[in-house]
């Protein structure tokens, strides 16, 4: 009972403690944003401050009309940019506007 107790925990323990992995996908912000602009036309569409562990970050989604791709980046303080998710067939949602005077 004890060998798998410790079997298990060191399996979990290992998992905890190893790189996330998209932090393969991250270098320098310029390197990323040549990238994105260069080979995708993607251009910065909007973003936003993100805490995270205790520190600041800056959370953006990064999208192209002519191809559909989007891609989400979150750059750290110390200029490192992650890329956290990339898709295809990117649209924006219009909100409904309301018209006073008039039941929803």
């Not at 393969?24 to 310029?30: H, L, S």
């Not at 993100?50 to 990064?62: F, I």
Request: charged content about 20%; glycine content about 8%.
């Amino acid at each position: 009972m004890f060998k798998r107790l410790f079997a298990i925990a060191l399996t979990f323990g290992m998992a905890a403690t190893a790189p996330p992995a998209f932090a393969q996908n991250c270098a320098e912000r310029d390197q990323v944003i040549d990238k994105l602009q260069e080979a995708y036309s993607e251009e910065l569409t909007f973003g936003g401050l993100q805490k995270t562990r205790g520190a600041q970050s800056v959370m953006e989604v990064w999208t192209s009309e002519k191809t559909g791709s989007y891609t989400v980046l979150v750059t750290h303080a110390n200029g490192i940019s992650c890329i956290v998710a990339v898709g295809t067939d990117f649209f924006e949602a219009i909100p409904k506007i309301k018209v006073e005077g008039t039941p929803s």
